[in-house]
């Protein structure tokens, strides 16, 4: 009795010294914020609210997506079994770098979290029509001013939306509102929450160098981080010097701002490191 006794508390014990926090039904370990430090060293996972906060908001919200959705954890998952932080191969190194092919640590760690923020984004923030309507109002200025360009400006100014302009060298640096070419002004066209669903507008607008000629609007919006972009190639510029464009730009609902609307009373216990 006593020896049963004393490996029970010991088994506490343990438990207790390896346990980081626990978030309803979900165990973070210290082992695993130690990894989402590892994954952080990469700037595009990291949104610096810190390696714990993070595995704990994204506990929290797949205890949403299970009591509001009723999808569980295996469904978020389905069945990959790749280990990467993205699709090409150094990424994949990386990633072996970290997990050390533990399918199992990289899944919770990693995985996990980005499929649950996946399914919040695509199958609830999208399909909340208040959210599509920058996009609406991006495709309707498209049709108003498409038959006549010269009336981008004029449009906009009379609805009130607010332009920019855009610069592509020869060279195919992008330059953002007369900026110097550097890494900055061209991460200002960054995509959004999920790279892989399309060409970033980056490489997009330099498309447009070479498809668009002067005076001509895009047919279709660009998305960004934060707005969705109507882009005009600017009268009088020439196809073999920059290629200018003007923007119409249509601030999006913020995605993170609207996360915290998903009001949960999940409770969460974090244990002193």
Do not use: C
Not at 70 to 75: A, K, Q
Not at 94 to 108: C, G, H, L, T
Request: net charge positive.
């Amino acid at each position: 009795m006593i020896i049963a006794l004393i490996v029970i508390l010991a088994a506490g014990f343990i438990f207790y010294t390896e346990v980081a926090a626990i978030v309803g039904t979900t165990i973070i370990f210290k082992k695993d914020v130690a990894l989402r430090d590892q994954v952080n060293r990469n700037p595009s996972f990291d949104d610096g609210s810190g390696s714990l906060n993070q595995l704990i908001n994204s506990a929290i919200q797949i205890e949403v997506i299970k009591k509001k959705y009723s999808v569980g954890r295996n469904e978020l998952l389905g069945r990959q079994m790749y280990i990467g932080l993205g699709t090409d191969p150094q990424s994949a190194e990386r990633a072996k770098d970290i997990f050390q092919n533990d399918v199992s640590a990289y899944r919770r760690v990693f995985q996990l979290p980005m499929m649950a923020q996946r399914f919040l984004y695509k199958s609830v923030f999208l399909a909340d029509p208040k959210n599509q309507e920058p996009l609406k109002a991006a495709q309707m200025f498209i049709r108003k001013t498409i038959t006549d360009p010269s009336r981008f400006l004029d449009e906009a100014s009379k609805a009130k939306i607010k332009t920019g302009r855009a610069v592509v060298l020869p060279n195919g640096e992008l330059l953002v509102q007369g900026e110097a070419p550097n890494r900055a002004a061209r991460n200002s066209f960054r995509d959004i929450h999920d790279p892989s669903d399309s060409v970033s507008p980056t490489m997009m607008i330099q498309s447009l160098a070479n498809s668009l000629k002067p005076g001509q609007i895009a047919p279709q919006p660009l998305s960004r981080k934060d707005d969705w972009i109507v882009v005009r190639r600017a009268e009088g510029t020439k196809n073999s010097g920059p290629a200018v464009f003007e923007t119409a730009i249509f601030p999006k609902v913020n995605f993170e701002e609207w996360k915290k609307t998903l009001v949960d009373s999940t409770p969460v216990r974090v244990m002193k490191f």
